[in-house]
């Protein structure tokens, strides 16, 4: 994971994708010790409880370094093929004419969504993870 983020320095306007992938770590991290502690702690039963949210967190963060893995290979090569064509990258009439370099748009755009639109949820799902409520441990069926 540190890897795939460190990996983006080369590319700084991917900075603000970074600079979520890296959110996206910690929380991760967090939701971890958090749950390690709680085992160590000889609670078994509430960190269980949060499998399907440790998942689902741990999904999202590996899923956004496969997508900045491909737009950082992804973005040198549509800036190359915008040069040539003497556009800019971002030019949508061009990227509309040439499938090759809208296929690598897409790629980086990819990611932009992933890290500004799905990666902050992983804030919540933190939050659900590190409650120590019981309800769904003590509820009566």
């Given amino acids: 994971i540190n890897e795939g983020i460190a990996a983006l320095d080369a590319l700084p306007e991917l900075a603000a994708e970074k600079s979520g992938l890296e959110k996206g770590r910690d929380r ?3 939701a971890a010790m958090h749950l390690m502690q709680q085992g160590m702690g000889g609670e078994q039963d509430l960190p269980i409880s949060h499998a399907c ?3 689902s967190l741990f999904g999202d963060v ?4 496969f997508l900045a893995e ?3 290979i992804a973005l040198p090569k549509l800036q190359a093929m915008a040069a040539s064509a003497g556009r800019q990258h971002t030019d949508v009439e061009w990227l509309a004419s040439d499938s090759e370099a809208a296929f690598y748009a897409r790629k980086v755009d990819n990611l932009r969504f992933f890290t500004h ?3 902050p949820r992983t804030a919540g799902t933190l939050k659900v993870i590190t409650d ?3 309800t769904v441990l003590n509820a009566v069926f």
């Fill in 70 to 72: 491909q737009a950082r």
């Fill in 53 to 55: 949210d440790v998942l």
């Fill in 117 to 119: 639109q799905v990666l």
């Fill in 28 to 30: 991760l991290g967090q």
């Fill in 132 to 134: 120590t409520d019981r």
């Fill in 62 to 65: 590996i899923i956004s370094i």
